[in-house]
């Protein structure tokens, strides 16, 4: 057995938001490799910080405490969908996922207990270093891509997703206890339709956004033989057989997981979650696509124009 080498210890206890780091200059070859175990965690908080979170609110805080990071849900964010945070706990399964990708891509086991103190919800997970380890080539790729992760609002291309990235796409969720159900070209474009036009019900005040007008263009086009993948994109929705924050926050990994492998491939990502965060219509989406459990985070990944 491989053991890691040996490292200062820290009994530090402090606190670290988005805003006391400073991710977007950070360089993996700063790394402090040979100093304490609380400076080598919070130069890796950066890499988790870099999530762009679903949309932007990056509701998260970090303690870093002994030899580990706990990871908390922030509780001064307003949660205006949903007033069990599951989106903010979603979110912080990203940062959490990343910042696993991060430990591992500088040669160390990540531990990770989750929803480690019943008697503190707020509190997700714990991380820590296991031994050392030898990376992997497809987490040095994924690695690589935290930093260039960004949604996508405009100019799609003409180009579908190759039939080989979607399934890695579904073998990537499925591993992180989800399941990913591909709605564009796969399933009656009826129901895709549908899928539209609950978007469209669950957030109308946003028509002035490019990417809906192009939806609803498609929709009351009467020209039916319209591909559906090269108008919009790739349609997915990310469900989960339970409906509670362990749940949620496997999502976020799944999530994060699958925006990663999709930006390898220069493959960019948007949320489209407006109908999951109006219960009634959630209760739709959920009828459309039963076998695909509860729905989480609907998406649209495409290509963009040069």
Not at 9 to 28: A, D, I
Not at 152 to 167: E, G, H, W
Not at 194 to 202: A, C, F, N, S, Y
Not at 223 to 252: C, F, K, R
């Amino acid at each position: 057995m491989i053991h890691p080498p040996p490292r200062k210890p820290s009994t530090t206890s402090h606190y670290k938001s988005t805003s006391e780091l400073n991710p977007w200059l950070v360089e993996e070859d700063n790394f402090p490799a040979s100093g304490e175990t609380s400076e080598q965690l919070e130069f890796l908080l950066n890499y988790a910080v870099l999530d762009p979170s679903i949309y932007n609110t990056q509701p998260w805080f970090f303690k870093i405490i002994d030899d580990a990071i706990e990871l908390y849900a922030d509780t001064r964010v307003s949660a205006t969908a949903n007033d069990n945070y599951r989106e903010s706990i979603i979110c912080c399964g990203t940062a959490l996922f990343d910042l696993r990708i991060a430990i591992r891509h500088f040669g160390y086991r990540d531990i990770v207990e989750v929803f480690p103190e019943s008697h503190n919800p707020n509190l997700l997970a714990r991380i820590s270093f296991g031994s050392k380890r030898i990376v992997q080539l497809e987490e040095k790729f994924l690695f690589r891509a935290i930093s260039k992760r960004s949604t996508a609002q405009f100019y799609l291309a003409n180009r579908k997703l190759p039939k080989s990235l979607i399934s890695e796409l579904e073998s990537v969720t499925d591993s992180e206890c989800t399941r990913l159900q591909i709605l564009t070209s796969i399933v009656a474009d009826s129901s895709v339709r549908e899928v539209i036009k609950l978007v469209d019900k669950g957030d109308r005040l946003q028509t002035r956004d490019p990417f809906r007008r192009k939806l609803f263009q498609w929709i009351n086009s009467s020209h039916e033989d319209v591909p559906m993948a090269s108008s919009v994109g790739t349609l997915m929705l990310i469900g989960s057989q339970n409906d509670n924050e362990y749940a949620w926050l496997a999502t976020g990994e799944a999530l994060a997981h699958l925006w990663l492998r999709a930006r390898i491939d220069d493959v960019r990502v948007s949320c489209l979650n407006q109908p999951i965060q109006v219960p009634e219509l959630r209760s739709r989406l959920q009828a459309l696509f039963p076998d695909n459990g509860y729905p989480q985070i609907l998406l649209r990944l495409c290509y963009l124009t040069n």
